[in-house]
């Protein structure tokens, strides 16, 4: 009797020592049996990948089509392989403009003191979508003089004449042809017009007024032969203003002006039988213009 309790006793004591070790070793069953399932998984995963591969290989050697997107120097292809033909033209050819078109701008607006003009390819106020014209290849920003401080307020003239200073710059080749004096030039890098009554102290060209019939003549284009002309032609703009009168607050008449650039010329014209897929179009052959 004594040896039977004695046994259940030294149970009680080994029991929770033999509990821990079959828990441990549950778990190590779990993580060996985890590993095993992953295992098989990175296996199965492998060999659908090598199968696929091995499918692609096979239809690329047969001509199957095949979604493989070609580098930057391939060439893209159509569906019979051939490659890809570039678009049509974007411009038609009514889209371009015509010699006599007028663009007028104007500073009436009392919040605007300033004014951009620009003459380029693609891009800017006046659009040529022409070969020999690059994007700002002139331009013209028109401002406003403020001379009101200038003015004595107790001996205001009858009539005030608005005054503007013009500052050209080109980044393509120009030609430019003042009011007054003779023949074309190179114009410089920037160049800068008055418009005002008297002249400017710094000798800069200075006009009252710029005339419809003796207005500021600008032939844009690519390259000059060696007589100073353009070697594959050219486009003609003239510059000039036109007056209209306001009152100002006080009820004194003034003078302000518009700017108005007319496209004279296109020299010898557009060749339409030959434009470039991004929609430009280049002169004809001078040698064969009438």
């Known amino acids: 009797m004594f040896k039977f309790i004695y046994s259940l006793i030294m149970f009680q004591q080994i029991d929770p020592r033999i509990y821990e070790l079959e828990k441990e070793i549950d778990l190590y069953r779990i993580i060996l049996a985890g590993g095993v399932l992953l295992l098989i998984i990175l296996g199965l995963i492998v060999i659908l990948q090598w199968a696929s591969l091995k499918k692609m290989r096979r239809g690329a050697d047969i ?3 095949v979604n493989i997107t070609p580098g930057k120097n391939a060439p893209a292809k159509t569906e019979k392989g051939k490659p ?3 678009a049509a033209p974007s411009v038609k050819g009514r889209d371009l403009p015509d010699p006599g078109l007028v663009y007028k701008f104007s500073l009436a607006d009392e919040k605007v003191t300033e004014k951009l003009i620009t003459i380029g390819q693609t891009e800017g106020n006046i659009k040529t979508y022409s070969t020999e014209v690059i ?8 401002r406003i003089i403020d001379n009101q401080r200038d003015r004595d307020i107790y001996n205001l003239p009858d009539k005030i004449y608005e005054e503007y200073i013009l500052d050209m710059r080109r980044d ?3 030609l430019v042809y003042y009011p007054g004096l003779e023949g074309y030039r190179q114009m410089g890098a920037r160049e800068r017009v008055y418009i ?4 400017d102290s710094a000798g800069d060209p200075t006009f009252p007024m710029i005339e419809a019939k003796q207005p500021i003549r600008l032939r844009i284009g690519d390259r000059l032969n060696q007589d100073e002309k353009f070697a594959n032609g050219y486009f003609e703009f003239h510059l000039y203003t036109q007056e209209y009168e306001v009152k100002t607050s006080a009820g004194i008449p003034k003078i302000e002006k518009n700017f108005m650039v007319r496209l004279y010329r296109i020299y010898p014209g557009y060749d339409m039988s ?3 897929p991004d929609g430009l179009y280049p002169m004809t052959d001078p040698f064969r213009a009438g």
């Open 63 to 65: 001509g199957e089509p």
């Open 84 to 86: 890809e033909t570039k």
């Open 274 to 276: 030959s434009p470039s």
């Open 196 to 199: 005002k009554p008297e002249p």
């Open 172 to 174: 393509g080749r120009v």
């Open 135 to 142: 994007n700002d290849h002139f331009s013209i920003n028109i």
